[in-house]
């Protein structure tokens, strides 16, 4: 539907990849010992990230942000599907710094007259979240001082160093320790303290 659409798949299934693997080892290993166990093993990506924000309730938002009405049910259709991914998960409180919650994200992004921005631009910023393949953070992040950049699945690159990353902006977003690793069946999640912005929102 959308021309963001294609390259959005691969990033929302890993958001909410992310959500659910990433706590659904909390609730199995404790939050100082995680595990790699899924809360439903062997489960795709929507399954288990369901099962996880039920019983955590962190990913309110991204699941919300996920499924929007406009999105026709794309996103769920490929959480299950094949091919590896490495998602960079922001939790609730990286949506509510840019006043953005699981009652209100729909809306924001709708293209009513009322509203701030457009389904595409919800999309790009939903891309901007994943990368193709199954990059463990030896991959992901620089080490001695250097910088690495990223490519996206929308196209735009990020920048990383000693666990820290740089959006288009050149924000810093903080990978949230010790979630980082999180192993999926299609992929690799790393849960983030920002929400990553591929444009200036208010620009």
Known sequence: MYKTFTQLKSATVTILAASSLLFASTAIAGPDKPGTKKIVPGGDIVEVAVAANEALGVFNTVLAAA????????????????GQRTLLAPVDSAFEELGLN?????AAFDGSPEAPFTPENLAQI????????????????????????????DGTIITTSEGKIYDFLMREVNVVKPFFDIPARNGV???????????????
Do not use: Q, W
Not at 127 to 150: C, L, P, Q
Not at 189 to 203: A, K, S, T, W
């Open 67 to 82: 499924t929007c009405e406009f999105f026709d049910g794309a996103i769920t259709d490929v959480l299950a599907g094949k």
């Open 126 to 153: 939903l891309s901007y979240h994943v990368t193709f393949g199954r990059n463990f953070s030896h991959k992901v992040f620089a080490k001695n001082g250097e910088m690495r950049e990223i490519e996206m699945a």
């Open 102 to 106: 699981a009652g209100n994200v729909c």
């Open 189 to 203: 999640i790393h849960v983030v303290d920002r929400v990553l912005l591929p444009f200036d929102p208010n620009g």
